[in-house]
């Protein structure tokens, strides 16, 4: 009997899934289909937070599943391969998708779609993972937008995304499942040898039932985002990143929640302060758009010019980075956080990022790959638009010269040392006027507190002061070369 090869990918949900809910009106029996794609590691597969995560993930989605009497394959491989054997296996004769984005992704979506077609399949694909899609918005010229505000304008002009679609009321199981090639989730291998990832699995809850209790305890405090969302130890963001990565709940799932909310607090349209969270949403939808346009800006510099930056390899002060022991206390608070939870505040990304490619000099590749492998948000759109914004060679980026003092960051956006004494313990006895820098601290205080400069806590691997005049040259340099 005919039946439909729904293929998941980064929309690990029921609810608001396109392929889904089109495939289940079909009323024909699904199959739904989760693959591992065998990737070379030049189209960055997988790190390795991102997949502790989508371990967890998977496991929650299958026992969605299961609740609606359906199942989720899961596969090891290469798709095209693997749909082809079990159309064949399946007498399945359609598949059914949501569209993805990223550079990599959209040709093996084109080729599979061109294959599936030729040998007589319906490949049938839908808009599911942004608000829009990266091909409906372009400038005045039909170009690319390059600049963040004429791109949020356009997007509010455009008006409310669509309303998300409802979970399917019943997933049409087959008569047998295909079995001859099944993998279990732990043959996946998605879950470390070593198992580090202990703290990552305390922090959070993989899955759209996670997913939606942290957006139900942010829609409470949404309308402090505004005032909250820069200081790192305040509950202030919403913490929706991993979750809108895996696609556990939609973009347009979290437009449409707010708008719900608002008006439920008898607004018709959201406040100021409720629409600033609305416009971060869009950054992650101008990331898509450039990374769509821009394929090569995951590797290279947006700027071209920045492909003659001077920049330095440093391999202990790289080392010292990522590990949190640069000696300033909010760039360690930040990289700890990371290592500990697989997640950093926005406000402590920027610091770190500046830290490393204006004060140390290293290529913001380098910090891109370490966030890759570290984060559970991890995120080639948003990381890529991250890094290149920092370090000046995006489209619309923080001019090179703009450098981050780590000190005076750190005074104002952690003023009583909180976040610092909560990731940087051997600090937690400074007082607030010196955990900051310790190293300009008395020495008296220092022993109070407990601190050899050196022992417990490194001193400063590098002076920021000279390291900031350090950075103009090599812009100067790289200006002079052109
Ligand atoms: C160097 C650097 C690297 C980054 N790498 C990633 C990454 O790999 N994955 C990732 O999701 N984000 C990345 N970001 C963007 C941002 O830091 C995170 O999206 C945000 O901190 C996630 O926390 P939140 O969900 O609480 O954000 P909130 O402030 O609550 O924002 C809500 C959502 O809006 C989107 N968003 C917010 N800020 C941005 C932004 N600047 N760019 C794109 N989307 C944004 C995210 O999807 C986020 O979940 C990076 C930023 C920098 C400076």
């Not at 492998?373 to 948003?382: C, E, I, Q």
């Amino acid at each position: 009997m005919p039946s439909v090869l729904v293929w998941l990918r980064n929309d690990l949900r029921l609810e608001d899934n396109p392929a889904l809910y089109h495939a289940a009106r079909t009323g024909l029996p699904l199959i739904p289909l989760y693959i591992l794609e065998d990737i070379s590691r030049a189209h960055w597969p997988p790190g390795s937070a991102g997949r502790v995560w989508l371990h967890h993930s998977l496991n929650s989605l299958q026992q969605q599943f299961r609740c609606k009497g359906s199942r989720l394959l899961l596969r090891i491989g290469n798709p095209l391969d693997i749909i082809r054997s079990l159309l064949e296996e399946t007498g399945a004769t359609s598949v059914y998708w949501n569209r993805r984005y990223e550079p990599v992704q959209v040709k093996i979506d084109q080729a599979l779609k061109t294959a599936l077609c030729e040998a007589g399949y319906t490949a049938e694909s839908f808009p599911g993972n942004l608000l829009r899609e990266p091909h409906e918005i372009a400038n005045k010229q039909g170009n690319p937008y390059k600049v963040f505000t004429p791109f949020w304008k356009a997007y509010q002009a455009m008006g409310d995304p669509v309303t998300p679609l409802p979970a399917p009321k019943k997933l049409a199981a087959p008569k047998s499942w295909p079995g001859s090639t099944s993998t279990s989730l732990n043959e996946l291998g998605l879950l470390p040898a070593v198992r580090w990832d202990k703290s990552i699995h305390d922090t959070w809850q993989a899955g759209s039932v996670g997913a939606e209790a942290m957006f139900k305890s942010f829609l409470k405090r949404i309308d402090d985002y505004d005032e909250d969302r820069n200081f790192p130890h305040r509950d202030g963001v919403s913490r929706m990143s991993p979750y809108l990565h895996f696609g556990e709940i939609s973009a347009r799932m979290i437009w449409h929640g707010v708008l719900q909310r608002e008006s439920r607090e008898g607004r018709m349209t959201p406040s100021a302060r409720v629409m600033n969270y609305l416009r971060q949403l869009v950054w992650r939808e101008f990331a898509h758009h450039l990374l769509f346009h821009f394929p090569h800006s995951s590797d290279k510099p947006l700027r071209p010019e920045f492909a003659a930056f001077p920049w330095r390899t440093g391999r202990q002060q790289l080392y010292a980075w990522q590990h949190g022991l640069t000696g300033y206390p909010i760039v360690d608070a930040g990289m700890r956080e990371l290592w500990h939870s697989g997640w950093m505040h926005n406000r402590v990304r920027m610091i770190v990022a500046s830290f490393l490619v204006k004060d140390l000099l290293i290529h913001w590749r380098e910090g891109a790959k370490w966030f890759w492998d570290t984060l559970v948000d991890a995120d080639l759109a948003n990381n890529t638009l991250g890094w290149q914004w920092v370090a000046g060679s995006g489209a619309d980026a923080a001019p090179y010269f703009r450098i981050f003092n780590p000190v005076t960051q750190s005074e104002k956006f952690d003023a009583d040392g909180n976040y610092i004494r909560r990731w940087v313990p051997e600090l937690s006895a400074l007082d607030n006027q010196w955990i900051h820098k310790p190293w300009q601290a008395p020495a008296v205080l220092l022993q109070a507190a407990g601190i050899t400069l050196g022992r417990e806590y490194p001193r400063p691997i590098i002076d920021h002061a000279v390291a900031r005049q350090r950075a103009l040259a090599a812009l100067k340099s790289m200006n002079d070369a052109r």
